[in-house]
């Protein structure tokens, strides 16, 4: 057995057991209102997911999370290149950032709701919770990049761009991947929640609220599985995407000995 | 092409460069010996401006210089080929040229190896041949030859001598012969400047 399939296994097994243990407390509790099987919520996925009104919530789901991850992603880098080169910039931002993230997710939801419109919200909200990570990640990868190397390249004389791409960005980018990572799960939760608070149109958050409102928790579960569902595979997505860039700007010839 | 005038330097209370002077013109070569610590890393960084002197001026004129040091400095997500690549074009058209270097110094068959996969001794030669793909017309070396057997520093010696007739070079290291064999003119530390 190919150590791949042995972990596939391993984790279908998992995904059995809880499903088996969820289908034992439904049947236990038996009231589809308190907790529907998972027979029910997949049979009730199954007739969503062909409608077409399901993909065109999610998308835009996805739309906003994404566009507010990627906000985030663009600032947190340009803030971190900033905070690297200026230690009044860093000496400014330091605080604001450890406030952001110690600030909890509701407080700048309802701060928002006064300050934005409803559809921009969740987009800002995924933006500042995903920001910090990144920033602070992007910069200890700046601040660890080798100064050895860095030293090399004035006495070459290396363009910056090459500098850039060849010393800086594959310090950088372990750091980076690690900040998508934690960073991708936070942003898509909050996203959700300022969209289950503000309730826009075409929006999981809303369909999760209404759900809650008619107190069809079936729908509820299919929704909230739906956003597990998406965090994976756009994490897996994004994460590959940053592999990729990691390829071409470091290890492109280099072949194993 | 390299000139050093009256530079000082300290590390805390100790002194190790005081009124060190040096000329190096086109073509010329020299090399700096004396005991551990003494000044002669210092002072070749100070020459690259890689480190500010205390006191003295620095005048380097050169068009292309080059240096090895005593870390190999490769860079570790790239391979042997690319790390010398990298001071050429970076880019495909010279990867031919970059992988002929490494082909001088014998190391044709690690061309796309990572530094990880190659011994100290190995890696120090890939730095040598980024330093000569360069064609420098100053080439600084910080005792380059670790790790290396004395039939392959012979080869490798000639090779540079050969490559770089017209080059400048200012070499530190222990070893008489060495400086010897690349032409240069010995110069010794003495209570902190280098005479010969």
């Known amino acids: 057995m190919t150590p791949r399939l042995r972990k596939g296994l391993t984790a279908l097994g998992v995904?059995?057991?809880?499903?088996?243990?969820?289908?034992?407390?439904?049947?236990?509790?038996?009231?589809?209102?308190?907790?529907?099987?998972?027979?029910?919520?997949?049979?009730?996925?199954?007739?969503?997911?062909?409608?077409?009104?399901?993909?065109?919530?999610?998308?835009?789901?996805?739309?906003?999370?994404?566009?507010?991850?990627?906000?985030?992603?663009?600032?947190?880098?340009?803030?971190?290149?900033?905070?690297?080169?200026?230690?009044?910039?860093?000496?400014?931002?330091?605080?604001?950032?450890?406030?952001?993230?110690?600030?909890?997710?509701?407080?700048?939801?309802?701060?928002?709701?006064?300050?934005?419109?409803?559809?921009?919200?969740?987009?800002?909200?995924?933006?500042?919770?995903?920001?910090?990570?990144?920033?602070?990640?992007?910069?200890?990868?700046?601040?660890?990049?080798?100064?050895?190397?860095?030293?090399?390249?004035?006495?070459?004389?290396?363009?910056?761009?090459?500098?850039?791409?060849?010393?800086?960005?594959?310090?950088?980018?372990?750091?980076?991947?690690?900040?998508?990572?934690?960073?991708?799960?936070?942003?898509?939760?909050?996203?959700?929640?300022?969209?289950?608070?503000?309730?826009?149109?075409?929006?999981?958050?809303?369909?999760?609220?209404?759900?809650?409102?008619?107190?069809?928790?079936?729908?509820?579960?299919?929704?909230?599985?739906?956003?597990?569902?998406?965090?994976?595979?756009?994490?897996?997505?994004?994460?590959?995407?940053?592999?990729?860039?990691?390829?071409?700007?470091?290890?492109?010839?280099?072949?194993?000995? | 092409m390299l000139r050093l005038h009256k530079v000082s330097l300290s590390f805390g209370d100790r002194a190790v460069l005081r009124g060190c002077s040096l000329d190096l013109p086109a073509g010329a070569r020299l090399a700096l010996m004396g005991p551990s610590g003494c000044g002669k890393t210092s002072l070749l960084r100070i020459a690259l401006g890689l480190q500010a002197p205390d006191a003295g001026d620095v005048i380097l004129r050169a068009a292309r210089a080059s240096a090895v040091f005593q870390e190999p400095r490769l860079l570790p997500w790239l391979s042997a080929e690319e790390n010398v690549n990298l001071v050429l074009s970076d880019g495909p058209a010279t990867l031919d040229e970059a992988g002929a270097w490494l082909d001088r110094l014998e190391l044709g068959d690690a061309r796309r190896f990572l530094p990880a996969e190659l011994s100290g001794g190995m890696q120090q030669r890939v730095s040598l041949a980024r330093a000569l793909a360069v064609g420098p017309d100053l080439l600084l070396l910080d005792e380059p030859f670790k790790g290396m057997d004395e039939a392959l520093r012979g080869r490798v010696l000639r090779l540079i001598s050969d490559s770089l007739p017209e080059a400048a070079i200012l070499l530190v290291t222990h070893d008489a012969q060495e400086a010897e064999a690349l032409g240069c003119r010995i110069l010794r530390y003495h209570e902190g400047r280098f005479e010969p």
Not at chain 1, 144 to 164: H, I, K, N, S
Request: one cysteine or more; proline letters at 5%; hydrophobic letters at 60%.
């Open chain 1, 15 to 257: 995904l059995l057991f809880w499903v088996l243990l969820w289908a034992l407390l439904a049947r236990l509790v038996d009231r589809d209102l308190l907790l529907p099987s998972p027979l029910q919520v997949l049979q009730r996925g199954g007739v969503l997911v062909c409608s077409g009104a399901f993909w065109l919530t999610t998308l835009w789901s996805i739309a906003r999370v994404l566009a507010g991850i990627a906000a985030a992603i663009v600032l947190g880098v340009l803030l971190a290149a900033l905070t690297e080169r200026s230690a009044l910039a860093r000496t400014l931002l330091s605080p604001l950032m450890t406030l952001v993230k110690s600030t909890p997710v509701a407080s700048f939801i309802i701060l928002a709701l006064i300050w934005l419109g409803r559809s921009v919200l969740p987009v800002f909200i995924s933006a500042l919770m995903v920001l910090p990570v990144v920033w602070a990640n992007v910069s200890a990868g700046i601040a660890g990049q080798d100064p050895l190397l860095l030293e090399l390249a004035r006495v070459y004389r290396l363009p910056r761009l090459r500098v850039l791409r060849r010393i800086t960005l594959p310090s950088v980018l372990p750091h980076f991947r690690a900040a998508l990572s934690s960073a991708l799960g936070l942003g898509w939760k909050a996203g959700i929640a300022a969209e289950v608070l503000t309730v826009p149109q075409r929006s999981i958050g809303r369909m999760i609220y209404e759900s809650k409102l008619y107190l069809e928790t079936t729908d509820l579960f299919v929704w909230t599985a739906a956003v597990v569902v998406l965090s994976l595979i756009i994490e897996r997505l994004l994460l590959r995407l940053v592999a990729r860039i990691g390829r071409k700007g470091g290890e492109t010839h280099a072949a194993a000995a």
